[in-house]
Structure formats: C-alpha cells, structure tokens
C-alpha cells in the first residue's frame, strides 16, 4: 500500500464462539499489532487509517470452533 487508506474488517463467526479479531502491520522489526477487536462474541471489527504499508488480518478463537467470514475492505 502506497497511499493513505482507510482499511476496515468485519469477522462473523458461529453462535457461542468467541473469536477475536487482530491487524497486523509491518515494521523495521517485523509485524506488530496496530488494532484490535477482542469482545466476548465471534462478531468483531476494525477500522484503521494507514499511510503506508503491508498489513495483514489475524483471527484468534478465544474459545469455541467453527467457520468464520472475514471481510476486508480498503
């Protein structure tokens, strides 16, 4: 990514799961944490104003499995 970007995503996951959702940019020393979505349901999102730069989602099932849907946007 070159420019200013407003990136945003949206996790849905199944009843009774608690999934978090986590976006990761890269640094000098590697991929850090820039945001976070960690409520106690399996549906999350982050909306976040980048410059430049990789990023990268990370999904993290608190508790409980199943399919999620993860929808990103820029």
């Keep these: 990514m070159t420019s200013s970007a407003n990136i945003s995503g949206e ?3 199944p009843s009774g799961a608690d999934l978090d959702l986590y976006l990761q940019g890269w640094t000098a020393d590697g991929w850090a944490y820039v945001a976070a ?10 909306s976040y104003q980048l410059s430049q ?15 999620f849907t993860l929808k990103s946007s820029h």
């Design 11 to 13: 996790l849905t996951g």
């Design 37 to 46: 979505s960690e409520g106690p349901t399996s549906a999350e999102s982050i």
């Design 53 to 67: 730069g990789s990023l990268r989602w990370v999904v993290y099932a608190a508790s409980g499995s199943g399919s």
